[in-house]
């Protein structure tokens, strides 16, 4: 049985609005209760999925659709559950409420990524009720941990059930949003993304009464560290696809915009700042979380080295944890069809491929050998600040933009596996 396209927009944005509402905030977590929403969502439609705790409450569902052709390598369709912590003082409005005001749906994960979430529960369901067989086989992962690194979610059904989860092509996050340059729009296509290399960086000085000064003191050489950090820019080197992006968009390589500066070097904030026990005691140590992110071709010993170019040889390091950075190549008939539709449902407009400063999941699918892209399509207005409501107060995404890019997505998903939208939706 066909659905109808109007009842199939309505579906997916009470799923983005009922996710928003289960407080899945990493940490804890608790994405077991997401979990647990979509089992029950697929199984009113006749699908059964897995879920897999890799901790209490850190849970993972993973359901699978067959196709009629095992020679052809699954497609992958991949969001995480788990959002950041919210500060809801901050908010306009409150950040579980998934309040609809001014066209927008509001709410933590309305951007990152519940949306897609709810793209892909439709698409499951409504393929289902179809009753047509695509060619390959089409999977659907909500994970867990992504805001944490993944260790209970995409790292851990990859390192402890591959069989899950092995594909040879992943649509994961951050992918087909509008961007608007000048009078020009792109639409980027995720195929890479930089690695992260977690470091804590200590230093020590000699503890002492509080009540007597000194300018040696474990606090002052780590504000001298930080302030050496913020203010010294790590190495620029372009990879091959930032300068053919940078070609494309006719963006003079000398003076690149704020947003793709990231993208051009190593990276590294510090992010999490301790000392002391006592008011009145001048503590003996302290230390700092530094948010390492790694360009593709380089590696944890690589920034490390360039980190300690910066500080100098007093700090010790910890490697905290890390993931290596990933690309896909756009020459594939995936990225070629999203190209095709996005260019398609937003005509004049440009898609092309792109390098994100963070990580996604995608980093650990590609460890199976998947070609792994970032595609959750929404069409944006000038107005809207999407890059910067990631994990910011106020996420919330255009309503009518989410129609849209549902579309977008699901004439994808579908003309992948060898079905038409008009097989599916009516």
């Known amino acids: 049985m066909k659905t109808q396209w109007d009842k199939a927009k309505d579906y997916a944005l009470k799923a983005l609005r009922d996710l928003i509402g289960l407080d899945t905030s990493n940490p804890p977590g608790n994405e077991r209760i997401a979990a647990d929403y979509l089992a029950a969502a697929l199984a009113r439609d006749g699908i059964e999925s897995t879920v897999i705790e890799s901790n209490p409450t850190r849970a993972n569902l993973v359901a699978r659709i067959r196709g009629r052709d095992s020679s052809q390598p699954p497609l992958l369709i991949s969001s995480h559950t788990d959002v950041v912590p919210v500060e809801a003082d901050k908010w306009s409005r409150p950040p579980f409420s998934a309040d609809i005001a001014d066209g927008c749906v509001w709410g933590r994960g309305a951007i990152d990524m519940k949306a897609k979430c709810a793209m892909d529960l439709l698409l499951m369901g409504a393929l289902k009720r179809s009753g047509v067989t695509p060619r390959r086989d089409l999977i659907l992962a909500a994970v867990a941990d992504e805001e944490a690194g993944s260790e209970y979610g995409a790292k851990f059904l990859v390192e402890r059930h591959p069989e899950l989860v092995r594909a040879g092509f992943v649509l994961n996050e951050v992918g087909g949003f509008t961007v608007h340059l000048g009078s020009?729009?792109?639409?980027?296509?995720?195929?890479?993304?930089?690695?992260?290399?977690?470091?804590?960086?200590?230093?020590?000085?000699?503890?002492?009464?509080?009540?007597?000064?000194?300018?040696?003191?474990?606090?002052?050489?780590?504000?001298?560290?930080?302030?050496?950090?913020?203010?010294?820019?790590?190495?620029?080197?372009?990879?091959?696809?930032?300068?053919?992006?940078?070609?494309?968009?006719?963006?003079?390589?000398?003076?690149?915009?704020g947003v793709f500066r990231p993208m051009l070097s190593n990276t590294v904030s510090p992010t999490i700042l301790r000392s002391g026990y006592k008011d009145n005691v001048i503590p003996g140590e302290a230390s700092v979380i530094l948010d390492g992110r790694t360009l593709p071709g380089e590696d944890p010993e690589s920034f490390m080295a360039e980190l300690r170019a910066i500080v100098g040889s007093e700090?010790?390091?910890?490697?905290?944890?890390?993931?290596?950075?990933?690309?896909?190549?756009?020459?594939?008939?995936?990225?070629?069809?999203?190209?095709?539709?996005?260019?398609?449902?937003?005509?004049?407009?440009?898609?092309?491929?792109?390098?994100?400063?963070?990580?996604?999941?995608?980093?650990?699918?590609?460890?199976?050998?998947?070609?792994?892209?970032?595609?959750?399509?929404?069409?944006?207005?000038?107005?809207?600040?999407?890059?910067?409501?990631?994990?910011?107060?106020?996420?919330?995404?255009?309503?009518?933009?989410?129609?849209?890019?549902?579309?977008?997505?699901?004439?994808?998903?579908?003309n992948f596996l060898e079905l038409g939208f008009a097989d599916v939706f009516e």
């Open 315 to 414: 700090p010790s390091f910890e490697l905290v944890k890390t993931a290596p950075p990933a690309e896909t190549s756009p020459d594939t008939p995936l990225f070629r069809l999203m190209k095709a539709k996005l260019e398609a449902g937003d005509p004049g407009a440009r898609a092309i491929p792109w390098m994100i400063p963070g990580a996604t999941d995608n980093k650990f699918y590609a460890k199976l050998g998947a070609a792994c892209y970032g595609f959750a399509p929404v069409k944006l207005e000038p107005h809207i600040p999407f890059g910067s409501l990631y994990h910011s107060n106020d996420e919330r995404l255009p309503v009518e933009g989410f129609y849209w890019g549902l579309r977008v997505y699901a004439e994808v998903v579908l």
């Open 184 to 257: 020009t729009r792109f639409y980027p296509i995720q195929v890479a993304e930089k690695g992260f290399v977690t470091v804590k960086m200590t230093v020590t000085g000699q503890p002492g009464h509080g009540s007597v000064p000194r300018e040696d003191t474990a606090i002052a050489k780590m504000s001298e560290l930080i302030t050496k950090i913020v203010k010294t820019p790590m190495r620029r080197r372009f990879t091959p696809l930032m300068k053919e992006m940078f070609e494309t968009l006719g963006i003079p390589a000398d003076a690149p915009p």
